[in-house]
């Protein structure tokens, strides 16, 4: 016979997935609405406010792709990019090396500027390059690079591009709720994030913002977007204007645990939460260090606040402290990627999992798993 799933109730402490607050989860399991539902459009609306709050910004054109961070980076990436467009993309991870890959794939001219993996971009070889590529239109870039745990300055990014007569495209998938980010005060055009990082809520939904300029931007391109589900003009024919078009099934259900992480986070205050954040990160890092002699590796100043790549000591088998935490101590925390791979543990303080408790479990699994290795 088959049974109902019950999933364990693990503490998630890697890159996201972390721990939902149990009133997402409620809210989650509310009565199901059709997507045109007049509440349900209410709720559209409702959403598209706190997300502008959340965003810091006044544009219109705030919504929610129903989709993972990725549907949000190719979003933004295939409606700002016209094949044959020169796009400078800076990368210094993981994650900037899959827009690469998008900018390749729809047609675009990429031209990276590579840093090391584990620091912020530099200012100055985006600037170098852009004296060089004096042809680009768009330069795109990595907020809080995940897999590496560095936090680029995109304010200082975006100015750079903005001089040279770019657009910038800019990825805020983990740093959104988290940490610092200003979409108007920062001049970004295209703007994309998820649901299971910095805001904490389950995985499945991209918040996106696209400035006038942007706007103006795609609706004066050549050639018209090369996607028919990303396509801005059809999109904003569902989630703004007098009449609400029918786009695609908008996952309902879902659209009310992003309600209610956004009203959490709203009720605390994102400042608040920005400094919740830094504040445990900090505690983190020390407890790290003289409990267990672990360090990140990214420089201090650099490092993204609530998600820590930690060196893993010379002689240590990474995946059997990750697989003995999970077995032991029900505890996930995250492996390396691509080049970090095997050299790092990632270890993510996000959202409700964000606090002094959690730290305390963390350290205690960790010092038992490695005093039996
Ligand atoms: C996780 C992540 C993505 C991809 O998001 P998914 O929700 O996994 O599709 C993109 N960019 C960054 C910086 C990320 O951390």
């Known amino acids: 016979m088959q049974k109902s799933f019950i999933p364990v109730n693990r503490i998630l402490l890697g890159p996201g997935p972390s721990n939902v607050n149990p009133k997402v989860l409620e809210a989650l399991s509310r009565a199901t609405l059709g997507h ?38 190719e979003a933004c990436l295939v409606n700002m990019i016209e094949p044959g467009n020169k ?28 840093e090391t993996w584990g620091r912020a971009i530099d200012p100055q070889k985006l600037e170098d390059s852009l004296k060089t590529n004096r042809d680009a239109k768009i330069v795109a870039f990595v907020h809080a690079e995940t897999s590496t745990g560095a936090l680029s300055n995109i304010k200082e990014l975006s100015e750079i591009a903005h001089r040279h007569n770019c657009l910038v495209v800019a990825d805020v998938v983990t740093s959104l709720g988290a940490t610092d980010v200003m979409v108007d005060e920062w001049n970004l055009d295209a703007v994309y994030s998820c649901s299971q ?72 205050g994102i400042e608040n939460a920005w400094r ?65 791979a095997g050299k790092i543990w990632r270890i993510g303080l996000m959202g409700y999992n964000s606090n002094d408790k959690i730290i305390d479990y963390l350290i205690g699994s960790l010092k038992k798993v490695f005093s039996e290795k």
């Open 36 to 73: 045109l539902d007049p509440q349900f459009i209410e709720l559209m609306d409702e959403i598209k406010s706190s997300l502008k709050y959340t965003f810091k910004t006044e544009n219109d054109a705030t919504f929610v792709l129903s989709g993972p961070g990725s549907l949000g980076m």
């Open 87 to 114: 796009v400078v993309v800076c990368t210094g991870g993981y994650f900037a090396n899959r827009m690469i890959q998008i900018v390749e794939k729809i047609g675009g001219n990429p031209v990276p500027v590579k």
């Open 197 to 268: 990082k910095g805001l904490a809520c389950v995985a499945g939904m991209s918040p996106v913002t696209f400035s006038e300029k942007a706007v103006h931007h795609i609706k004066n391109r050549k050639i018209p977007v090369q996607s028919w589900f990303n396509d801005l003009n059809l999109l904003l024919s569902y989630w703004g204007g007098q009449k609400r078009m029918y786009h695609h099934t908008a996952p309902s259900n879902q659209y009310y645990g992003l309600h209610e992480a956004l009203f959490i986070l709203k009720e605390e």
């Open 276 to 340: 919740r954040h830094k504040e445990n990160s900090a505690k983190l890092i020390s407890k790290l260090k003289d409990e267990l002699d672990l360090e990140p590796i990214v420089p201090n100043g650099e490092r993204i606040p609530h998600l820590q790549a930690i060196k893993v000591p010379d002689g240590v088998d990474e995946a059997k402290i990750r697989i003995e935490l999970l077995k032991q101590h029900n505890l996930e925390i995250g492996a390396g990627l691509g080049e970090l």
